[in-house]
């Protein structure tokens, strides 16, 4: 279910499923639906409570969705109620989580890149669904938010971090040694030319010459 078919599903529900309704919140239930037990198929159960579970649907919205749960009075198994709109560990649908929380704590855009002190495109990619570079910046994001890694960027969040945090170590170390030779380089031929110098017109054109027919053996046709 996207957000749209979300809010329509909870619009279409009877009155006296809807606890509390204002802009910001939304409290709900759905229908009494007594549904077999999971285990046993026993259709005799009984509501045994009801667990408040936040849905982020948008920056302004929040729905709390009343969860209820039943206790089969033949084995004893407690369940959740059947529902059409989340999966068992969703809490949020169709949008970046990590938006949904921004806006839940009512941050702005620009306060957010100002508290985390990044370049506004990094964390707007963040917005668009990239995971973070780093676990320390994935922390401090989490941090202001006040919720955990995980809630934003999934179970896995950690080891996907850490897996992107190797590739750009990697990088970075590949740009370093590369940037390197090139110095090596530079210093090498800032002593040629001083050699160079040393010698006269007849005998630099000479060299010259020679390294230019070096050049076009090693790589014919380039020259
Ligand atoms: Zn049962």
């Known amino acids: 279910m996207n ?18 309704k204002t802009d910001e919140e939304i409290v709900f239930h759905l229908p009494l639906t007594r ?11 009984v509501v045994e409570r009801y ?18 749960s039943y206790k089969c009075a033949s084995c004893g198994v407690r369940f959740f109620e059947p529902n059409p709109f989340l999966g068992f560990h969703q809490r949020w649908i169709g949008d970046v989580p990590l938006r949904l929380f921004r806006g839940n704590k ?7 890149v100002t508290l985390l002190n990044v370049p506004f495109h990094v964390y707007k990619e963040l917005e668009n669904g990239e995971i973070p570079s780093s676990l320390e910046l994935a922390g401090r994001v989490a ?3 006040s919720v955990r890694i995980e809630d934003i960027w999934g179970a896995e969040a950690e080891e996907k971090i850490r897996a992107k945090e190797q590739v750009s170590e990697r990088k970075k170390q590949q740009a370093i040694a590369k940037k390197k030779e090139k110095n090596a380089i530079k210093e090498e031929f800032s002593v040629f030319q001083k050699n160079m110098k040393n010698l006269s017109l007849r005998k630099q054109k000479r060299i010259l010459e020679m390294l230019g027919d ?10």
Request: glycine share 4%; charged share 35%.
């Open 143 to 145: 941090g202001i938010l």
């Open 214 to 223: 070096l050049a076009e053996k090693e790589a014919p046709g380039t020259k």
């Open 51 to 68: 667990r408040k579970q936040k849905i982020y649907v948008s920056d302004t919205t929040t729905y709390i969705y009343r969860k209820r």
């Open 35 to 45: 549904p077999p037990c999971d285990r046993c198929g026993s259709k005799h159960v």
């Open 3 to 20: 957000i749209k078919e979300f809010v329509a599903f909870v619009d279409k529900l009877p009155d006296d499923c809807i606890e509390k």
């Open 106 to 112: 009512k941050i702005t855009l620009r306060k957010m």
